[in-house]
């Protein structure tokens, strides 16, 4: 089946350590997208990508890191400088305007 | 600049009735609209989407939803609304800035009561 995973489902980390979340797409996409999700907030754009070995910058991209180094991945790593890393995070992909969501992972960091 | 609203922050229905749920967007022109439910704890599902012509446009579970440019709305209704249906509801748009940027609104929760 064609589709977005996600892994781990749930991630515990201590405060200060860096984390990687992976994303891995088989719809052949070429964009893949990152967003946080707050309770009330909708979802935030973290960074996107629309080809290999190329990303941008979203609207809150201060504290995480992202690469792309093959098109079906596009893993996350949520750094030690991000003050408020506890959050629900989606991946995404896309060949236009519309986006296919994986099922996400819930980062808690103490 | 851009956005979405989505008045109705947590709504409760009786199981059968019928069901709207409200989005405004702010934008310059038409943009393309979409209308995502997410089950607790899981991603994003598509429902439907507009992107030009028919200004009512029919999705999946029985869901559909009209555009009215006039009052910069994409409102999602459903005739009559099953237990299943509770979860939370996001309307998004895509503006036209070099790729396909979604912005979503804060979402509204629907409950549904037996």
């Known amino acids: 089946d064609g589709g977005i995973t996600q892994s781990p489902k749930y991630l515990f980390r201590k405060e200060g350590q860096n984390v990687t979340l992976s994303c891995e797409q088989n719809?052949?996409?070429?964009?893949m997208y990152w967003y946080r999700q707050d309770p009330g907030q909708g979802l935030r754009l973290i960074y996107y990508?629309?080809?290999?070995?190329?990303?941008q910058k979203g609207d809150i991209a201060e504290g995480y890191s992202v690469s792309r180094e093959k098109k079906e991945s596009f893993p996350l790593t949520v750094t030690s400088a991000q003050k408020n890393p506890t959050a629900f995070y989606l991946c995404?992909?896309?060949?236009?305007?519309?986006?296919?969501f994986g099922p996400g992972t819930r980062l808690t960091v103490t | 600049a851009q956005s979405v609203t989505q008045p109705d922050i947590h709504i409760t229905v009786s199981e059968g009735a019928s069901l709207e749920l409200r989005c405004n967007y702010s934008?310059?022109?038409?943009?393309?609209l979409f209308w995502y439910v997410q089950s607790p704890g899981q991603g994003l599902q598509l429902l439907l989407k507009?992107?030009?012509?028919?200004?009512l446009v029919q999705g999946i579970k029985g869901f559909e939803a009209e555009f009215k440019r006039s009052q910069s709305s994409f409102n999602l209704r459903k005739p009559s609304v099953h237990w299943s249906d509770a979860a939370e509801y996001f309307c998004?748009?895509?503006?036209?800035?070099?790729?396909?940027?979604?912005?979503f609104g804060a979402g509204t929760r629907l409950a549904v009561h037996p």
């Open positions: 507009y992107f030009s012509g028919d200004t």
């Open positions: 998004a748009i895509i503006f036209s800035g070099g790729y396909n940027k979604l912005i």
């Open positions: 934008y310059g022109a038409t943009p393309y």
């Open positions: 990508s629309q080809i290999v070995n190329d990303f």
């Open positions: 995404a992909s896309s060949t236009g305007s519309e986006q296919y």
């Open positions: 719809l052949n996409h070429d964009a």
